[in-house]
């Protein structure tokens, strides 16, 4: 019998026993809501076998209808857009020196890597056109004597600190003193430079100059790391193998072996480059002692791209893999003579001659196929139509014979070699010299320029000259070469910019090193025409004392033109973005390094 008087437990959560049962024999909506659901798992027993195959068939139809309308969806609805990620690797012959924007004149490899680490006021695009970089803009007064640049006020070092006004004023003053050596101080002659504010910097110089604005590319230095680096202490520096510019990639990582060789460079993106980008992740620099090893690796997949690129390597490119870029550059290959190294160099018939037997044509068209064939020292100028019109030492045997002949000359023993028979008074005595027609012909170890030398061997045997080929690395080239000027031929290229200036490779004043007037021509008339051109905004006018100066040059022949080179280089189909139509140094490749990608994503259209 129930007792109503006795009350009811109270349940833990408040209600009554009573509560709780009630409250317990009910489920929640949730449980109610996988009931519902889990009575379709027991289908498929309910169904004959025959059926649930059916049945399988026509769920694994849907759903796959499902994903592929989605994916249609997807595709229809989003594009893709470039995404950081990935790593470039490329090959180079060698190793980094100086990787200082004030020395990077004379190393491709230093300048590769300077061009990524460091910014400059101004840039080029991979079309040839400048573009600003650290500059926000900049104003050129009437006269065309003051130039303001403002900067931008987002650029940062790899440090931390800000770029400024006084950065830029130290980079132009280092270059200027000539304590420190720079190959780059001819440009800056001349040419003040001071702060307006902490975001202005003002150049004045004494005369028009117009191809100035090519002066802003060079790579600017933060101050406050150099600053306290002495002149004698600074190609020497730490900071050159570990820079800290403001450019679109920082220094990550060298590896050595045990001699202190430098074989792999690794760069990381900046994640705080103001001009956005850039989106590759890392890229890797390999260094190869010689042509070949490069090659063997980048066949094996090792590396992705490689410069210099070989116009013979084209037919190992498949184009499902390879993008080839083929650019214009304003750079010049020709002949150059030193008289100060030879006797018989210095009789300019001896000079004709070889002029005169050397088939540039076949040269281009049938050795080296990626070049075109020049008459002129100066690469092709706006409006120039390039014609062989200037041309007054056509490919000539007979002429190249007659010439040796007249600078006495002659092959009378029959070897195949001229001799020179002179009769010389020593004291009392009558000698007779003897002097063979024997040349040392020096030029890089590249394979399209030793083949070229090759030629030039083969064709100059054929009149009597006795001719040995020196075929030595860049690096070599360079510092036991060029710099001392210690040639007798030397087969080399003279890289001029956006704008041509042929002030440093033919004034008076850069016939010492770090100048490149390395055959010492010495004319007061072609000095004069070279400081005219640099002063001449009118580029008919450029062009009248560019004529001049290209006759005063003929007149002397310490140099014979042979081709304007293109610049081949080569990106894996996984590399997108580039866009390389024409440079002025190799090191302009990558000009637009910002754009390249590997790496996408998809977003909504």
Avoid: C
């Avoid at 499902?320 to 304003?330: N, Q, Y």
Wanted: glycine letters at 6%; hydrophobic letters at 35%; charged letters at 25%.
């Amino acid at each position: 019998m129930q007792n109503d008087n006795i009350p009811a437990s109270r349940a833990p959560n408040g209600g009554t026993d009573r509560d709780r049962m009630s409250y317990s024999s009910e489920p929640s909506p949730t449980q109610a809501r996988w009931l519902r659901l889990h009575k379709y798992f027991y289908l498929p027993r309910l169904l004959a076998p025959q059926e649930r195959r059916k049945a399988f068939f026509l769920a694994l139809i849907f759903v796959s209808f499902g994903v592929f309308f989605a994916g249609r969806l997807y595709v229809r609805f989003t594009v893709p857009v470039p995404a950081v990620g990935g790593t470039y690797r490329e090959g180079l012959l060698k190793p980094p020196r100086t990787i200082n924007p004030v020395y990077a004149f004379a190393n491709d490899t230093d300048r590769d890597i300077a061009k990524l680490v460091f910014s400059r006021l101004v840039t080029y695009d991979g079309n040839g056109n400048p573009i600003l970089d650290l500059a926000e803009n900049y104003e050129v007064s009437p006269d065309g004597k003051i130039y303001t640049v403002a900067l931008r006020k987002n650029a940062f070092w790899h440090d931390g600190k800000k770029v400024t006004a006084d950065d830029v004023v130290f980079t132009v003053k280092t270059i200027q003193n000539p304590a420190y050596k720079s190959p780059f101080i001819a440009n800056w002659q001349g040419v003040q430079v001071e702060k307006v504010d902490e975001y202005a910097i003002r150049f004045t110089l004494r005369a028009p100059y117009s191809p100035f604005l090519e002066n802003l590319t060079v790579g600017i230095l933060p101050k406050h790391l150099w600053e306290g680096v002495q002149p004698e202490q600074a190609v020497l520096h730490e900071l050159n193998t570990k820079p800290v510019g403001s450019g679109p990639y920082r220094f990550d990582r060298f590896v050595q072996e045990r001699d202190g060789s430098i074989t792999e460079y690794r760069l990381s993106r900046n994640p705080d480059y103001y001009r956005g980008g850039p989106y590759i992740s890392k890229i890797v620099f390999a260094f190869y002692a010689s042509f070949e090893t490069l090659l063997a690796d980048w066949r094996k997949g090792r590396i992705d791209g490689f410069n210099p690129l070989s116009k013979n390597i084209e037919e190992e490119l498949n184009a499902d893999k390879f993008t080839l870029f083929t650019a214009e550059t304003p750079r010049v290959f020709g002949v150059f003579f030193n008289p100060q190294k030879s006797e018989v160099l210095a009789d300019k018939n001896v000079r004709t001659a070889i002029a005169a037997a050397i088939p540039r044509d076949s040269i281009t068209n049938y050795i080296l196929g990626n070049a075109s064939p020049r008459r002129s020292p100066f690469p092709l100028f706006y409006g120039s139509t390039g014609t062989t019109s200037r041309d007054t030492l056509a490919f000539d045997i007979e002429a190249a014979a007659s010439a040796l002949t007249r600078a006495g000359f002659k092959d009378e023993d029959n070897d195949g070699i001229r001799e020179k028979k002179e009769t010389k008074r020593e004291g009392k005595k009558t000698v007779e010299k003897i002097t063979p027609l024997s040349l040392t012909l020096t030029t890089s170890d590249w394979p399209d320029l030793l083949r070229a030398a090759e030629v030039i061997q083969q064709n100059l045997g054929a009149v009597g000259i006795d001719v040995a080929i020196e075929g030595k690395p860049i690096s070599d080239l360079e510092s036991s070469v060029i710099r001392p000027r210690n040639f007798q031929i030397l087969l080399f290229g003279q890289a001029y910019g956006y704008e041509p200036d042929p002030f440093i490779f033919w004034h008076s004043s850069q016939t010492k090193d770090p100048g490149l007037n390395i055959v010492s021509f010495n004319d007061k008339t072609a000095d004069k025409i070279l400081e005219e051109i640099r002063t001449i905004p009118d580029r008919d006018e450029r062009e009248k004392r560019l004529d001049a100066l290209e006759n005063r040059l003929n007149q002397e022949l310490l140099m014979l033109p042979l081709f304007a080179e293109y610049y081949l280089y080569v990106l894996p189909k996984s590399v997108q973005g580039a866009s390389i139509k024409f440079i002025s140094l190799p090191s302009d490749r990558f000009n637009d390094i910002t754009s390249w990608y590997i790496d996408t994503k998809r977003v909504l259209k």
